[in-house]
């Protein structure tokens, strides 16, 4: 627990009369997970350990890129010189702003084995991710549990977010009965994303968080806020009333597909990276890879780089980004096949 | 009566780039069915074969919520705006 004088740094914050000193302490008490920290994740992690928060719990599955800087606030170009994942260059970042918190960082692909103990010993969760998949799945376990979640989404100059509290407010599924087939939705990659629109969503997330967190949910938003900063609009689409008003399988009847692995794939295309996500079945007691040896075994190949969390080939045309987890990132096809085919060949299964 | 339809950013590929059509329409059926006839495309990407909006796409007229099924008939009135929102993935 914090000293009294370690809250010194937080008065501006506290000076906020609906937050106080004792709103802060129960800030520095919280506990959240944070799924994926890409845009959205970086600027979350940024405002929320600067705000104090007790425990942060960073999994994302992801490297750095150079095309990630222009909006993922806490890397910069020597994490990618170092090839470093996304968790532990926002780790190590964000240790350095405040040192007060703890910080786990963990480099796995969230999925229906793993996110129950991620989400655990949390207080909240919190949506960084990139894809549907998971926010479906983040729904779910969040229903089940009973804990509070934050969804924010993001295109163009366009972003979305709403605040679900489990049995109090409409759940992602109420408003958004399913999401989008593969290949019907545009991407970062053919639609674009402006940096703005990141960071007004991920705050307005933020702000949502240290409401919750300092138990203050009576302030939280009950609308779905829909922001688009090209077109100089501004919606609040009142919700209240569309749980009680459709039959949502997650809140009405528990059904929760994606958390028992109906839904679940074991390969994912990325968005916007002509790329494909690998992941071979495994669970807790799989052993971790071994990645020298595997750099042994792809050296004759084409060039190979590597430290202690992955592995990078260049074996034309395309690039293997090998994490230790055994999960993999084919870069250079968008075709699930001829990735797990790649993946097959090059790291083996 | 004349009805603003403003096109979301996922969807406006699909209409030549345009962010605001206008059409005809005394309901929201009445709407969507003017965009069938006058941009195939978009309708295509917010209603399905059976005429049901796509799952992953809401429809909202001003600032009120249109419920699924039995909310297609809701009456428009000279000036409403009727907007498709999708869920966007990106982040």
């Known amino acids: 627990m914090s000293s009294p004088d370690s809250f010194d740094r937080y008065v501006r914050q506290m000076q906020f009369a609906p937050l106080g000193r004792e709103g802060q302490e129960r800030i520095a008490q919280a506990r959240i997970f944070l799924c994926g920290c890409g ?17 942060l719990r960073i999994v994302d599955r992801d490297f750095i890129e150079p095309n990630n800087l222009q909006r ?72 089940k549990s009973k804990r509070p979640w934050v969804y924010g989404g993001c295109l163009g100059a366009e972003g979305q977010s709403l605040t679900i509290i489990p049995e109090e407010t409409p759940c992602l599924r109420c408003l958004i009965a399913e999401p989008p087939p593969p290949g019907e939705s545009p991407t970062c990659d053919t639609a674009g994303i402006l940096s703005p629109i990141i960071n007004v969503i991920a705050s307005i997330q933020a702000c949502e968080a240290l409401k919750i967190l300092s138990g203050k949910t009576e302030a939280i938003s009950r609308q779905w806020t829909i922001i688009n900063l090209w077109d100089n609009s501004v919606r ?26 109906e839904r679940a794939s074991q390969s994912a295309v990325l968005c916007g990276r002509n790329a494909v996500q690998v992941s071979p079945p495994r669970d807790a007691a799989s052993p971790q890879l071994d990645l020298a040896m595997l750099e042994a075994k792809l050296s004759p190949l084409g060039d190979v780089a590597r430290n202690p969390f992955l592995l990078r080939a260049d074996i034309s045309p395309y690039t293997l980004t090998v994490f230790a987890d055994g999960r993999a990132i084919i870069s250079g096809t968008d075709e699930i096949s001829t990735a797990k085919t790649v993946y097959a060949k090059y790291v083996g299964t | 009566m004349l009805i603003a339809v403003q096109i979301p950013t996922a969807l406006r590929a ?73 869920a966007v993935s990106g982040g």
Not at chain 1, 40 to 50: I, Q, S
Not at chain 1, 75 to 89: G, H, Q, R, T, V
Not at chain 1, 119 to 142: H, K, M, Q, Y
Not at chain 2, 30 to 37: R, S, V
Request: glycine share 6%; aromatic share 4%; net charge negative.
């Open chain 1, 39 to 55: 845009a959205l994740g970086t600027v979350l992690a940024n405002t929320l350990v600067r705000a104090g928060v007790g425990f």
């Open chain 1, 72 to 143: 993922q606030v806490l890397f910069d170009e020597d994490d990618i010189a170092a090839s470093l994942p996304k968790a532990i260059a926002a780790a190590n970042k964000l240790r350095k702003i405040n040192s007060q918190v703890v910080i786990e960082a963990e480099v796995a692909d969230v999925d229906p084995t793993n996110i129950e103990s991620y989400a655990a010993d949390v207080d909240l969760i919190l949506d960084g991710t990139d894809n549907f998949e998971t926010r479906f799945l983040i729904n779910d376990l969040a229903l």
């Open chain 1, 236 to 261: 609040q689409i009142d919700v209240s009333g569309l749980r009680e008003s459709v039959d949502c399988p997650a809140c009405d009847r528990g059904e929760f597909p994606w958390l028992n692995g």
């Open chain 2, 14 to 86: 699909e209409i030549g780039g345009t962010k605001q059509v206008s059409v005809e329409a005394s309901t929201v059926r009445d709407a969507l069915e003017q965009l069938e006839l006058l941009h195939p495309k978009l309708y295509r990407s917010v209603c399905e074969e059976t005429g049901a909006v796509r799952r992953h796409i809401n429809l909202f007229v001003n600032l009120k919520l249109v419920r699924r099924g039995t909310g297609l008939n809701t009456a428009l009135h000279p000036g409403d705006t009727l907007t498709i929102m999708p």
